[in-house]
């Protein structure tokens, strides 16, 4: 099913001096711009487009990738202000509008701002929003201790960074749970530390010390065991690789090397880890 306001995987069906085709099934053909041609589009093969709407308001599509899509959260730069709202840019030709109904204060250009972006059913476009209360979900959050969820990172405060959890309830890292960097716009997951009397959610980006030490400990050994008895990371590691690799802070992973290692189920050395 093609939508707008999403990356579409899409089949060319003719090129013309304007541009190319695209079979957009319900909605009909769709113009990609012939600015957006290349070698590799030609009828028949397919091409992964956003569709939105253009400055004309016709419906259309890009090879371009913006910084976000329909039903989702954003932290986006604020490049022209007018007296129909203002507009950010989210990596396309055309800037994304906010209606100035849909603005909790005056945008101001050059500075970033917290939105929603959603289709406008009586527009009939892409928009956005910074009254962010109205997309998320009412109710109690329903969670447990240790649900793993996913986060949109918002807001930093004195006392660490405000997100949205699951794209609809308000959630809070504390600076104490910030093993590893992130930063405002970052979508990535974390766990519930505990659902507050305010239906707020206190999260954390790794569980209980104790129990993931104990789980990644058997998950260093069985990667061991997969790689041929040896692994190419230590407790000189970067940051980074750990973390691409098993999820979890450096500090983490060095306890777990630390746990094996006084057990005498591996040996630590400059190229790595190996199975005793």
Known sequence: MIEIGYINKMQVLRLTEHGAYLNGEDLGEILLPKKFLTSEIKPGSEVEAFIYFDSEDRLTATIQHPYTQINKFAYLECVQVSKNGAFLYWGLDKDLLVPKSEQKDKFVKGKKYFVYVYFDEVSNRIVASNRLNKFLAEGDPEYAPGDKCEIFV??????????????????????????????????????????????????MLEKSSVKIVDSLEQEILQRIKDNGGALALNDKSSPEEIFEEFGVSKKIFKKAVGGLYKSRLITVSDQGLKMV
């Open 154 to 203: 918002g807001e930093p405060t004195d006392l660490g960074f405000r997100v949205i959890v699951d794209n609809a309830h308000w959630g809070m890292i504390y600076k104490s749970e910030l093993f590893r960097n992130v930063k405002p716009g970052d979508y990535t997951y974390a766990y519930v530390k505990k659902v507050r009397e305010d239906m707020r959610i206190d999260m």
